[in-house]
C-alpha cells in the first residue's frame, strides 16, 4: 500500500492550498480516509477525515469553516483545499487510511492503518 501526499508549499497568511493524496495498492473506496498534520515540536493532530462514499467528513476545531476535505473515488484520491491560511498552519500534512470508518480517524493516529508520506505547508505572516 503506498499514500502520497503532493501540493505543500511556502505561502502567505490568507492564502489557500490545496493538498492531493494518492492511494495504490488498495481498494480505495473500501477505506476511509483522512488528514493529520504536525508541527515542528508537536503531537500529530487530526485535521479532516472523509468516509468511504464522500458522503460525511469530519474536522479537527482548528481548520473547521475553513479547509474542506474530499474524494474521487475513480482516481483513487483524496483532497484538502485549505483556505484562510495562517502561520498556525505551518505544519507537514499526512494523508491516512482506515479501513473502519471516518469517524475512527477523528479519534487520532492509532487508529490510522495506513499513513503516507507527508507534504510541509509553510505559512508566512
Known amino acids: 500500500v503506498q499514500l502520497q501526499a503532493f501540493g505543500g508549499g511556502s505561502v502567505q497568511a490568507g492564502d489557500s492550498l490545496r493538498l492531493s493524496c494518492t492511494a495504490s495498492g488498495l481498494i480505495f473506496d473500501n477505506y476511509a480516509m483522512g488528514w493529520f498534520r504536525q508541527a515542528l515540536g508537536k503531537e500529530r493532530e487530526f485535521v479532516a477525515s472523509i468516509s468511504r462514499s464522500g458522503g460525511s467528513t469530519y474536522y479537527g476545531d482548528s481548520v473547521k469553516g475553513r479547509f474542506t476535505v474530499s474524494r474521487d473515488n475513480a482516481k483513487n484520491t483524496m483532497y484538502l483545499q485549505l483556505s484562510s491560511l495562517n502561520p498556525e498552519d505551518t505544519a507537514v500534512y499526512y494523508c491516512?487510511?482506515?479501513?473502519?470508518?471516518?469517524?475512527?480517524?477523528?479519534?487520532?493516529?492509532?487508529?490510522?492503518?495506513?499513513w503516507g508520506k507527508g507534504t510541509l505547508v509553510t505559512v508566512s505572516s
Open positions: 491516512a487510511a482506515n479501513r473502519r470508518g471516518a469517524m475512527q480517524l477523528v479519534y487520532g493516529p492509532v487508529n490510522v492503518h495506513y
